[in-house]
């Protein structure tokens, strides 16, 4: 039980994974699904930032110069894919902002049931 309490950031990335997939499923706000994908995307990243951290690990630019014992560095990698993926995860939220913008032009409305009924009716 306390190894399961102790991997919280593990326990917190569940519960926003949850949250975020339960924004874009159940909600019919365009604005909302968006906010949804968005918490969905930061437990992915905190996800993948807290399996690069060892235990005792320390920054890779720490250098011992030969004294002592090989410090053990965390893995940096995944960390800079993240802020790759940060920058990605900005710019489709810009351009989906952008959609929904047009579509509350085109509609009325950003409603997801509004919008198909305007849809059948023009059919």
Do not use: C
Not at 17 to 38: D, E, F, P, S, W
Not at 98 to 111: A, D, K, M, Q, S
């Amino acid at each position: 039980m306390i190894e399961l309490l102790a991997k919280y950031n593990y326990w917190i990335v569940i519960i926003l994974l949850t949250t975020g997939l339960y924004g874009v499923m159940a909600r019919k706000n365009l604005i909302k699904k968006i906010i949804g994908l968005n918490v969905f995307q930061t437990a992915v990243l905190l996800f993948y930032v807290s399996m690069s951290k060892i235990e005792g690990g320390t920054a890779p630019i720490l250098l011992n110069h030969g004294h002592g014992p090989q410090p053990v560095f965390d893995n940096p990698l995944p960390q800079v894919l993240m802020l790759t993926a940060i920058v990605v995860g900005i710019s489709t939220t810009a351009v989906a902002l952008t959609f929904v913008t047009r579509i509350y032009r085109e509609y009325g409305t950003i409603e997801e049931d509004q919008i198909l009924e305007l849809n059948k009716q023009n059919d």
